[in-house]
C-alpha cells in the first residue's frame, strides 16, 4: 500500500504558521506527485496543493495561494507544507497521498485510495 503519515499539525492563532510533513512508511516518495487535501468539519475533503515528482510542478488552490507553500526533499523521502498567514477557514484535517496529476485544477488531483490519519489544523483564538 502507498500509504503516507502526516505530522506537524497544532493549534495556531490566526496569521501564524505551521508546516506539515509528509513521509511515506514503507516506500520512497521520490518518483510520485502528491498532493495535501483537508476535510473541515461538516464538509468533503478538498484539494489543497501538489507537488510533480521533480518537484519543478506545484500547483495550489486558489484559497491557500501565496499563503502556503509545497516542497519535497528526496534526501529525507518527506513532502511539506509550509502553511503562513494562517486563517479560521484553513482549520481541518490535512492529508497527503499520491495523485494521478499534479494539475493547477484541484478537482483534477485524482487522489489514490489510500489515505492515513491525518493531522489536525485548528486555527483559533
Known amino acids: 500500500q502507498l500509504q503516507l503519515v502526516e505530522s506537524g499539525g497544532g493549534l495556531v492563532q490566526p496569521g501564524g504558521s505551521l508546516r506539515l510533513s509528509c513521509a511515506p512508511s514503507r516506500f520512497t516518495l521520490n518518483y510520485y506527485r502528491i498532493g495535501w487535501f483537508r476535510q473541515a468539519p461538516g464538509k468533503e475533503r478538498e484539494g489543497v496543493s501538489c507537488?510533480?515528482?521533480?518537484?519543478?510542478?506545484?500547483n495550489y488552490a486558489d484559497s491557500v495561494k501565496g499563503r502556503f507553500a509545497i516542497s519535497r526533499d528526496s534526501a529525507k523521502n518527506t513532502v511539506y507544507l509550509q502553511m503562513n498567514n494562517l486563517k479560521p477557514e484553513d482549520t481541518g484535517v490535512y492529508y497527503c497521498?499520491?495523485?494521478?496529476?499534479?494539475?493547477?485544477?484541484?478537482?483534477?488531483?485524482?487522489?489514490?485510495?489510500?489515505w492515513g490519519q491525518g493531522t489536525q489544523v485548528t486555527v483559533s483564538s
Open positions: 507537488i510533480g515528482s521533480s518537484g519543478v510542478i506545484r
Open positions: 497521498t499520491t495523485v494521478s496529476i499534479c494539475s493547477p485544477v484541484v478537482a483534477n488531483y485524482g487522489p489514490s485510495d489510500y
